[in-house]
Each structure stands twice: as C-alpha cells, then as structure tokens.
C-alpha cells in the first residue's frame, strides 16, 4: 500500500526537484557546495520551557525553516531549566532554550560542571518583576504619580520601607526566580540591590544565596510562579512571560517594573549544545542557527506576524497560555496595574538591535553577577572574563550561518553587525545609572554598593 510521504520527506523530495532544475540554469560547483554542506545529522530533538521567548524555535518549526535546512526536529517542552540542561549534558536533546547562564554556570563549574555553547542569542528583554496585590497595596501609596498615573520605573526604594518593617516584625520577605544562574535572579538581584535592598550571598559552604540577605530568594519553575504567589508561599518574583501578565489577569499581582527598564536591552535566552555536539556536527549547527536567525527575522517583521506567533505559542504542546495573555505583552504593550496598559513596543525584541548575534560583552556580564553576588568566589583576572566569554559563546558559527543566509539572498549584510570583536562598547540604560564595559569587568564590580568586589573572598 502507498503510504504518503511526511511532509519533511515532501519538502526534501521537492528542495531536490529544485536543485535538479537549478542545474539546467545554474553550474554544477553550485550544486556540489550546497551537498558540502548537507547536516551530519537530520533527526534532531530540541528541549524549550514553556515561556514566550521558546517563539524562536516554535516559529523555526511552524514555518518549516529547519527543514529547509534539511533538519527534522521535534521540539519537546521540559519541566524546568535543571531538567532541561541535564538533557542536553547526557544527550537526550541535541540543543535547547536555555538561560544566558547557564552555558556560563555549567562551564565555569556553578552546579553542573560541562562544557555547553551557544552560538546564538534567542531575544533580548522579556521579563518582569511582579508583587502581590497586598505588597501592592502597600507600596502604592508613596509612589510618585504623572498624568494621573504611576510614574515608571518603579525602584525597589519603594519595597524597602516595607521589607525593613516586615523584618522588625519578624517576617520573612520571600521572592522566586527560576534558576540560580538565571537571567531573572541576575535582574531581580540587580533591583533590589540599586534599591538599598540585599538580596543574599552564595558561598563555598551555603549555595542558596541567602548569606545576609534582606530578601529571600528560591527558584519556582516559570509556569508555577503566579500559583506560587497566589498561595502566599513567596510575595513577588522575577519571570519571562506570560507569567506576569498571568498574574494580572487573575487579579493577584502587579508587575511593578520590566527588565528593559532595569537593563535596556538585556540578552535573556540562547540556544545551547554542548562542546562535542557542536564539534561532531558543525554543519547541522551551522544549519540549526541559519534556521533560528529567519524566525527571529519573521517574529519582528511585522506586527502581523506576532499576532500569528501568538496563537502559535498558545497551543499546549508550547506555552499552552490564553492567546490574550501572550499577546499582551507580545504585540507591544504591556499591562502593569489591571487596567493600566502601556506601551512598550521593545519588551520582547528577536532581531533587531543585533538581538541574535553573541556577544562576548553579554557573557561577560553575567559572570560579573556571579561573582558580585558569591557563585564565583575568588577573585579573577579581566583576562579570565574574557577567555571564559570566548570559551562558550561561538560568534564565528553564527557568522558562517549569517553569510550563508546573505549568499542565499534571504538576509541583507546589513542584517548582521560588521566587524565586531564581540563587544558592545561601554553600555548604559541601567536602573541605578551605572555604566557596563565588559572589557573592564573587574572596574564595574568596584562601582556596586552592594556586592562582592574584585578582591572579596565569597
């Protein structure tokens, strides 16, 4: 009986009906190049955690740009970013979503010691910092107001009178993020910090980075974070979406500030393999991150194509949320109190402003935070912030797929940044007024009031 074949073996059948016709009109060194650079391996599983931000890789699917590349994925959600990295390190995924930490974390041994890359950054921003209605409550009264509405940013000045009161009342002021080398423990810890509030250490000997902390941190999985809240286990937390305006929508918290306002433009998630994934298959690689690159392209193309995302990523098997709640803060907007919608079209950015390209300056400042805050516990040189950096982000495959995506006449040069040597320059839109150069790592950690500085042992 004739079985129909799948629609990746249609679209190989019809990508090799093209070639064949290319050859009457073309010549034959084309057609060998493009063989050259057929993927080691076709059958690829990918790991995501059911956030916005997984749109990459959903839309690399839907619009079938993986298997124009000769790929046949299968995207799997996983239960929480430990899972996931584990996955990946033992080799049941190939690739996956994952935290600009954690190829960092995992490399310079915090947690799971392996060697994970990343040759492509997934978006920038993304992520909110929500409280309590009754922590609301009592912070709203000394906000300053403009055109009849809160003045934003809000700064985590307004928390402090109320975590010092509940601790001289003797109350635990407790906050959740997702993972310990987190962007969102990284953003919430950078908050409460510029605010006057200490949000803990880690130590050799006490990895829950509490050591004297005014707040206390622990990880919630992404997903349970507004059931998390509304039980009273935790009074606010730091999460990508559709989690904040989730809780919005159930009427059981604000969103008090974004992560773009706390650092303009941040890098949030990357696509991570490990070191021998990427040295066995460098073409599908090369492969994986041309297809990546055309759906960031596609996702901010056009207002268009978010609404499309947006129903796309409300399935189950993705982020599985209600259309509405994604696209709150997909569509640019993005709803703080209930009611009190704003817009903020750079929330959620996938290509612009060179979102994609990985930058070593990005990686560098994440391992300053793990050393401001104890997770690294001696004191290294500039040097070593630099190599480490080199180590585990690959700009030169990002760059062979950007090339590539140029020669095929689906991306402009002007698309990629030129010659760049990995780093931004000197960066500001932070929160507390500071100035990041990440070729000056141990110069930054000195300007924190709050924190470990260069020679401080953890």
Avoid at 74 to 93: H, P, S
Avoid at 218 to 230: D, H, K, R, Y
Avoid at 233 to 257: L, M, R
Avoid at 282 to 288: D, E, S
Wanted: proline share 6%; net charge neutral.
């Amino acid at each position: 009986m004739f079985k129909p074949p799948s629609s990746f073996a249609r679209r190989r059948l019809l990508a090799g009906a093209t070639a064949l016709v290319g050859t009457s009109a073309f010549t034959l060194p084309g057609t060998a190049q493009a063989k050259g650079n057929d993927p080691e391996k076709e059958a690829l599983k990918f790991g995501f955690i059911k956030l916005t931000d997984c749109a990459p890789l959903v839309i690399a699917y839907e619009k079938h740009f993986f298997e124009d590349e000769g790929l046949n994925v299968t995207l799997e959600a996983q239960a929480n970013w430990k899972v996931l990295l584990d996955r990946v390190i033992d080799g049941q995924l190939d690739g996956a979503h994952m935290l600009a930490g954690q190829p960092l974390g995992a490399t310079i041994g915090f947690g799971t010691k392996a060697d994970v890359v990343t040759a492509f950054s997934m978006d920038l921003n993304g992520n909110g910092i929500t409280v309590s209605n009754a922590v609301w409550n009592e912070m709203k009264p000394s906000l300053p107001t403009e055109g009849g509405k809160i003045k934003h940013p809000i700064k985590a000045d307004a928390l402090k009178p109320i975590v010092d009161k509940w601790k001289s009342q003797g109350k635990p002021f407790k906050m959740g993020m997702v993972f310990p080398v987190s962007t969102h423990n990284y953003e919430l810890r950078y908050w409460l910090a510029a605010g006057g509030l200490h949000p803990g250490y880690y130590t050799a000997g006490d990895i829950s980075g509490t050591q004297g902390a005014d707040v206390l941190l622990s990880v919630t999985p992404p997903p349970q974070m507004p059931a998390t809240l509304e039980a009273g286990t935790i009074h606010g937390y730091c999460v990508g979406e559709p989690w904040n305006q989730q809780a919005v929508v159930k009427g059981i918290g604000v969103p008090v500030v974004t992560d773009i306002e706390i650092w303009k433009n941040n890098p949030e998630k990357v696509f991570g393999v490990t070191r021998d994934w990427a040295d066995k298959y460098p073409k599908t690689h090369v492969a994986v991150v041309k297809a990546l690159i055309r759906a960031c392209m596609w996702l901010d193309a056009s207002m268009a194509n978010r609404a499309e995302a947006v129903k796309l990523l409300a399935k189950s098997n993705y982020v599985g949320a209600d259309a509405e709640v994604i696209g709150a803060s997909m569509t640019g907007t993005f709803e703080y109190e209930k009611g009190d919608k704003r817009p903020l079209p750079d929330f959620n950015v996938f290509f612009r402003y060179f979102a994609t390209y990985p930058f070593y300056s990005d990686a560098i400042w994440y391992l300053t935070q793990m050393r401001r805050w104890g997770q690294i516990t001696e004191a290294k040189p500039d040097a070593w912030y630099i190599d480490t950096a080199k180590k585990v982000y690959l700009p030169e495959v990002y760059m062979q797929a950007a090339k590539a995506l140029v020669a095929e006449g689906k991306a402009k040069e002007s698309d990629f940044p030129a010659k760049t040597d990995g780093f931004k320059g000197p960066q500001d839109g932070f929160i507390d007024g500071i100035v990041y150069d990440g070729r000056k790592p141990n110069d930054y950690l000195g300007k924190f009031k709050i924190g470990l500085k260069a020679k401080d042992a953890a």
